[in-house]
């Protein structure tokens, strides 16, 4: 059972990447997904999630109108798709299947499955 994030990387600010997380062992249209980030000293933020009860969104107000957030569940895995990247967006990324979600409002900090990070870099 894991969750396997990719897509990290480097990019200049104002520019685009597109997050993969592809699950194995569990399959993830049964569970609540979302992304979270975090930089060196602070802690971990949830970015975005799509709630199982009325599979609606949430997103932070730090990404909200720049990064979407979708799922496959033929492929069995989740995205984020992030534009207008800011410096202030470098931190470690990673996917989740949160507790809780709630479309508009926001989302628990605790998950059944964490992947292991994918490190994306704005630079300036």
């Known amino acids: 059972v894991q969750l396997q994030a990719s897509g990290g990387g480097l990019v200049y600010a104002g520019g685009s990447l597109r997050l993969s997380c592809a699950a194995s062992?569990?399959?993830?249209?049964?569970?609540?997904i979302g992304w979270f980030r975090q930089t060196p000293g602070k802690e971990r933020e949830g970015i975005s999630c799509?709630?199982?009860?009325?599979?609606?969104?949430y997103y932070a107000d730090s990404v909200k109108g720049r990064f979407t957030i979708s799922r496959d569940n033929t492929k069995n895995t989740m995205y984020l798709q992030m534009n207008s990247l800011k410096p202030e967006d470098t931190a470690v990324y990673y996917c989740?299947?949160?507790?809780?979600?709630?479309?508009?409002?926001?989302?628990?900090?605790?998950?059944?499955?964490w992947g292991k990070g994918t490190l994306v870099t704005v630079s300036s």
């Open positions: 989740a299947t949160p507790y809780l979600c709630y479309s508009g409002y926001g989302m628990g900090s605790g998950a059944d499955y």
């Open positions: 062992g569990f399959t993830l249209d049964y569970y609540v």
């Open positions: 799509i709630s199982k009860t009325d599979g609606g969104t």
